[in-house]
């Protein structure tokens, strides 16, 4: 595109040269005409003043001309007027035009004309028509001047014609006069004329300079995506159908990357659009990086990239480019003042076994971008067939999401929460749930991190809030509600407020609500999520620390954050590490810790009593598990208050658990 742009551009300046050039040669022949018919009207005016004067000063001309030879008056006369002013010379001839007297041969006066076998023509011209003739010559100096002009006039006496002289001017000074004035002149009218018509035209040489360099852009636009400069969707599509079409047949393979940045939306909202976009930038520079010659590489729209590759031998060559990506991407990046590590999830699908056309190819390349987010992002897949089935069941739960935000759709079950010898209740666990039609339930593990990519988490978390402190505030003062939140909720603003809310619609004393958050929540620490925490605190919720223990830096959550509560997560409680003899001895590490920094500790996914049991003796607070009851719809919850009423001693209802219940 730049080379045409130059040829453009050269095209122009030639053009601009050319007409100058014209311009200027045309001038030049202009010129030098008008000089020539100047000299030629100005030799022709000075012969005949000249020949006047020579009637005049000559009376015996007429003799003279009949043959008579010269008086010496009259020779002298003429020798006066030979050289006079810029006339050289003259020669005179008779009324039929022979040549009788020359000024520079006047001893040859009348002899003259013997020698001469023909008339002059031009003498004898003029004696015919009566006309002037005059040319104009150049001469060698110094026999002759460098221009002079030989104009023929007739001398006339009483209105006839009794000779006719040919007079020799010298015209070089004149000329050069003439040539300094004129061209002077001409270069002014050359310059008025070259702006009058050279600044319009440089203006229009500009005007489509730009309109040229404006097309060329709009091309470029309609082809490229203008953040990033790479091909957009459009352009990838049409390049790609194009190079499969000429590959069919061919023995090697074509690769498919869809590339999706992970989490760009907190991203986006942690640290400012502006941020997000400059990202952006540089994983367009960062896949450059690692592809080849002829890769192509488009920003599909948002943080969507795809990467395609001709020529592969091995769909194991394709699998590398995938995890090169992957990798390149997951590189720390410092962007205005931010430092952070974004990564990104990569699905392959590999032409021909996993589409033949552009437009397969890229469905399959993003039906494995799936399987790879599925898989914990930060990584790639390949496409495998068995892949579609987990897509469509994916888009089938997303429809359900969006139903059942449209038709208020969701349900809260609630899981009771006991002391550690299980004998009394100090509240539930708010678990939310997704009618999925005839087949039950979908479990809040698999639609919720959907939720939360659809960017819908925050909306049906508030529901959960409000929904579980609304049912919460029937119950005895001294149950607890626990409620999970997700990070994008404690990320917002305006959480603070919702909670306050919330309270005070539902009339929910702020020391009955827990809301839990997962060490998650703290990974990406801003001081803006540590203020929200502390305002909560303040408002009289209970701050816990939910699933304790999954994570690398559990530990370190501890120091970070003063929570009332950490609950340990059920998988220490596990199949796998029921018989393991460390176990216990890390339950008891955690519990005593929990102690010591002033925490309540809850343990999860108690099943069994021998579980129950080994909690007690440690000196675990709560207890949480199937054991002591699943999570169970609203309906059946009001039925394990009462069991836990009538499990009391009659004469002390309810005096116990206040104590127990405040975390
Ligand atoms: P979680 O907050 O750790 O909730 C406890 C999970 O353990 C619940 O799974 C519960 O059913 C399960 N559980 C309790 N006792 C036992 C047991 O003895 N054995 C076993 N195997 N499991 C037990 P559930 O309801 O499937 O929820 C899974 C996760 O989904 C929750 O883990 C929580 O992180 C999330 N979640 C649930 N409701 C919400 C919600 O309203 N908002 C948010 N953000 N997350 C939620
Ligand atoms: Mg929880
Ligand atoms: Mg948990």
Redesign the pocket.
Known sequence: MRKIALSHRFQALMTLVAGLSILMGSAGLVLNHTIDTVIEREAELKARNWARYLAEGLPEIEKVVAGEALSPASRAFIESINSNGNVFRFKLFDAEGKLFLASDALDKTGSIQKNLTTHNPHAANVVKTGKAYTAVYKGKPPGKPALYAESYVPVMKEGRTIAIVEVYVDQTAHKELLRTAVSTETFLLLAIVAIGFGVPGIRVYFLNRMKQSADERVRFLALHDAMTSLMNRANFMETLSAHLSKEQGSKTLTAVHYIDIDHFKTLNDSFGHDVGDAFLVLVAERLRSVSRPGDLIARLGGDEFAVAQFGFSGARNAASYAKRAVKVIAQPATINGHDFVATASVGTAIAPQHGHDATTLLKSADVALYAAKANGRDCYCVFGPEMNAALEERQRIERAIWNAIKTSGFD??Y?PQFNTEGTRLLGF????RLPDGDKGLI???IF?PLAEEMGL?SQ??NW?LGEACRVAAAWPEHLTIA????PA?LESVELVDTVSRILAESGLSPNRLEL?I?EGHLLKETDAVLTQLAELKTLGVAIVM??FGTGYSSMSCLWRFPFDKI?I??SFLSEERAFDSNAASVLKTIVTLGHSLDMVVTA????RLEQASLLQSIDCDQL????FG??MPQDEVAATILDDFASRPPDIPGEEPEEQAAV
Not at 429 to 432: K, S
Not at 483 to 486: C, T
Not at 624 to 627: A, D, N, R, S
């Open positions: 809260l079950h899981q666990e708010a678990l939310l479990s809040p593990d919720i988490i049906i978390g959960v409620v999970n939140l997700s909720q839990e997962t939910d699933d609950k997560d059920r999860e996914g108690v099943e949480q598990g199937f054991l699943r999570p």
